[in-house]
């Protein structure tokens, strides 16, 4: 069985314990993460996914400290500065999942302008989930939805599973096959919590900076080598 899942999503867990481990400050791991995502989205669409979703800073990482919180963001604005070129290159749509509220204005900014600038690129989709929690995404579909009923436009009846996922951050997104988490642990975090509910979870002890392409091979592997049954009987033999 060698299907590819179409859409991954990652949990990048460790850039802190990694730069801890190296004698190095928190920053320099995150620094060492954002290039690993680099090669990983490359690598991605080499091997033919089409979706990658990055966890990159939830809505519940604002209680970290002020200097590592700013020195995210900052990261977050050089990396996409530095990457638009390579991105249009490599065939990369970037798109942002999250609340805008409370994000930089800088940050927001550059996120336009690389949403808008790689709109017609279809090689792999880059989701970067940025002031992001599962939670949230479905408190703000439901809301959706309830204004909707509000405003006469469908009946409360009508308030289904299908609807609520057409209101999700990006709905042209299918959802994830595959959940890979780094650093060992073995929870979600509030990640793409209405998205996952079917995918298949690989974790692995690798620290996110020290991720490398054999071991997204390998979290494939693992993946193709399951039987997705949706809650159905199947036979596997």
Known sequence: MNRMPEHIAIIMDGNGRW??????ERSQGHFHGYR?????VIQAAELGVGALSAYTFSSENWSRPDNEVT??????????RAEIEVMMEEGVRIIRSGRREGLPQEVLGEFDYASEQTQGNDRITLNICLNYGG???IVDAARQAAQMAFDGKIAPKEIDENLL????YHPELPDPDLL???AGEMRVSNFLLWEIAY???????????DFSEDELV???AAYQSRTRKYGAVVDEQ
Do not use: F, K
């Not at 730069?19 to 190095?24: D, K, L």
């Not at 690993?36 to 990983?40: I, Q």
């Not at 020195?71 to 996409?80: E, K, N, S």
């Open 19 to 24: 730069a801890t481990r190296q004698g190095m």
């Open 36 to 40: 690993t995502l680099h090669n990983t």
């Open 71 to 80: 020195g995210l963001m900052d990261l977050v604005v050089m990396a996409l």
């Open 135 to 137: 939670r949230n995404e």
């Open 165 to 168: 996922s057409s209101l999700m």
């Open 180 to 182: 890979i988490r780094t």
């Open 199 to 209: 995918s298949e979870i690989y974790v692995t002890q690798t620290l996110w900076p």
């Open 218 to 220: 390998r979290a494939i």
